[in-house]
C-alpha cells in the first residue's frame, strides 16, 4: 500500500533542491502562515503549496490529505464561530469577528500542514537525514530517529488494516457512523497494535546496533550534500516570503 508521505521520484527544480532547503522552504511557508493576517496572503501561499504540489507531480497526494484536513478545519471553524462572542452579531450566535478568526485559522491549518508533507514526498528519507546531520549539525540519532517513525508511519497504518480484518472476520462491524460507538471500537485494537510496535523497535533497535549505529558521526558520513545557485535562490525566496506575511 502506499502511503502518501512516500517519496515520489522526479526530476523537477524541486526534487534537485538540497533537502536542506527544501526544509528551508517549508518551514518559511508555514512562518509566513502564521505571521499572515490578510485572506490574500494566507490563500496565496496556500496556491503556492498546490502549485509546487501540480508542479513536483504530487498534486493527487495533497488532494487527498486535504481532504482528511478540510472536515478538521471545519470543526475548527465551528468552534471558532460558536466561543467567539466579540464582533458585531450576524445572525444568531454568530458574529462577524468570529467569521474571520474561523475563517483565517481554517486556512492556517491548511497552510501549515501541507508544505512539510509537500517537502517529504520529494524527498528521499535517508537524504533527508544526512544532510541535516552535515549541514544543520543535527545530531545523526535525533535525525535518525525522525526519519525512522515517518518510515514507520505506513507499517503501522497495514498492521492496524490488518487486525481490522481480523476482527471483522469475527463478526465485529467497524463500518458505523456513530462517532462514539467507532471509538469504542478502536480502543482494543491499540493494545495488539502496541505489541507489534514495541517488536518491531526492539528489532530495528537490534539491528541499527549490530551495524554500528553509535559510531555514526557528521565525518564518516559517504555523500555529501553541498549547495548550489538553486538553493540560494531558495533561500532567498524564503526570506521573501516571511517579509510579505510579515507585511500582510
Known amino acids: 500500500m502506499l502511503n ?3 517519496y515520489m521520484p522526479g526530476s523537477t527544480l524541486l526534487h534537485k533542491l538540497n533537502p536542506v532547503a527544501k526544509v528551508a522552504l517549508a518551514a518559511a511557508i508555514i512562518a509566513a502562515t502564521f505571521l499572515a493576517q490578510s485572506y490574500a496572503m494566507l490563500v496565496g501561499l496556500l ?21 482528511l484536513l478540510v472536515p478538521l478545519a471545519l470543526i475548527l471553524l465551528v468552534l471558532q464561530v460558536a466561543f467567539m462572542r466579540a464582533g458585531t452579531p450576524v445572525f444568531g450566535f454568530v458574529t462577524d469577528e468570529g467569521l474571520v478568526t474561523g475563517t483565517k485559522a481554517c486556512l492556517r491549518l491548511l497552510g501549515v500542514a501541507l508544505p512539510l508533507l509537500l517537502m517529504l514526498m520529494v524527498t528521499p528519507l535517508g537524504d533527508l537525514a544526512n544532510a541535516c546531520v552535515e549541514k544543520l549539525h543535527i545530531p545523526y540519532r535525533y535525525a535518525f530517529t525522525f ?13 492496524m488494516n490488518a487486525i481490522m480484518e481480523a476482527q471483522t472476520a469475527r463478526g465485529v462491524e467497524y463500518d458505523t457512523n456513530n462517532p462514539f460507538k467507532k471509538l469504542k ?12 510496535s514495541v517488536g518491531k523497535t526492539d528489532a530495528t533497535a537490534l539491528a541499527a546496533e549490530q551495524r554500528g549505529f553509535y559510531l555514526r558521526t557528521r565525518e564518516s558520513a559517504y555523500d555529501r550534500y553541498p549547495f548550489a545557485a538553486r538553493d540560494y535562490a531558495a533561500f532567498a525566496l524564503c526570506a ?3 517579509a510579505l506575511g510579515v507585511l500582510f
Not at 526519519?147 to 498492521?159: D, G, H, K
Request: hydrophobic share 60%; net charge positive; with cysteine.
Open 147 to 159: 526519519t525512522t517513525a515517518l518510515r514507520f508511519v505506513p507499517v503501522f497504518s497495514q498492521e
Open 47 to 67: 496556491a503556492l503549496t498546490l502549485a509546487m504540489g501540480v508542479y513536483a507531480g504530487v498534486a493527487n497526494r495533497l488532494f487527498t490529505l486535504m481532504k
Open 185 to 196: 471500537l478502536m480502543l482494543p485494537l491499540c493494545i495488539p497494535l502496541l505489541l507489534s
Open 240 to 242: 521573501a516570503l516571511i
Open 4 to 6: 502518501v508521505i512516500d
